[in-house]
């Protein structure tokens, strides 16, 4: 079982930056994903970034350019940059095993407010 532990997060004014870690513990092995998703009120759930084994990340349109999404062993980091006001949402980290029989685990979520 792999268990994720949120760090980072907060308030921030518009233009600032913020970095989000997530760290994983537990059984961490073979091809694997961790990525970040995030929430605002009254919108849809949004993939903000993702890092498979051996790949490059993928981020969405919104992320290109601000956000960089690192990886050392089982830790996971976000650098946002040039944050927005509607970048304001909950950001939740995810570890995909990429195995049917293996369930995605979420970590919990840390909020992030831009002002501006």
């Known amino acids: 079982q792999v268990q994720l532990v949120v760090s980072g997060g907060g308030l921030v004014q518009s233009g600032g930056s913020l970095i989000l870690s997530c760290a994983a513990s537990g059984n961490i092995f073979g091809v694997n994903e961790f990525g970040w998703y995030r929430q605002a009120p009254g919108r849809e759930r949004e993939k903000v970034a993702s890092?498979?084994?051996?790949?490059i990340p993928i981020y969405g349109e919104f992320a290109k350019g601000r956000f960089d999404i690192t990886r050392e062993k089982n830790t996971v980091y976000l650098q946002m940059n040039n944050l927005k006001p509607e970048d304001t949402a909950v950001y939740f980290c995810y570890y995909d095993q990429r195995l049917k029989t293996i369930p995605i685990v979420w970590g919990q979520g840390t909020q992030v407010t831009v002002s501006s």
């Open positions: 890092k498979r084994t051996s790949m």
